[in-house]
């Protein structure tokens, strides 16, 4: 049995066959197309079967760095090295000292041990 995500996959595959092929086919015999009824004129198939492509893809393009633009400029800076490194050292500093703390209280007694 095929699960949902592997005939999802398949059909995404067939399809982006299908239309690579009918892509080369148009591109470089482009008088099938004026054969079937569908244009009149090859050199305009032949701009527009490359133009499309080229508006989609950089257009797709201008998309992720606007988008990449715009997460750096919502994106707050972050700490300086030497800030974290001085709150490390802090920290470090704290549970050792909450180390020797502990080690110095004398261990009360419980009423079992009297």
Known sequence: MVSKDQSIGGIIFVVCVVIAILYVITLFYPQWMVGLGLAKDTSAIQFWIVAIPVF?????????????????????PPK???????????????????ETAEEKKPEKKTKSEK
């Open 56 to 76: 989609i893809a950089f257009v797709a393009v201008m998309f992720i760095g606007a988008w990449i633009g715009w997460t750096m400029a919502t994106t707050p």
């Open 80 to 98: 300086p090295i030497e800030e974290i490194t001085s709150e490390i050292e802090e920290e470090k500093k704290e549970e050792t000292a909450e």
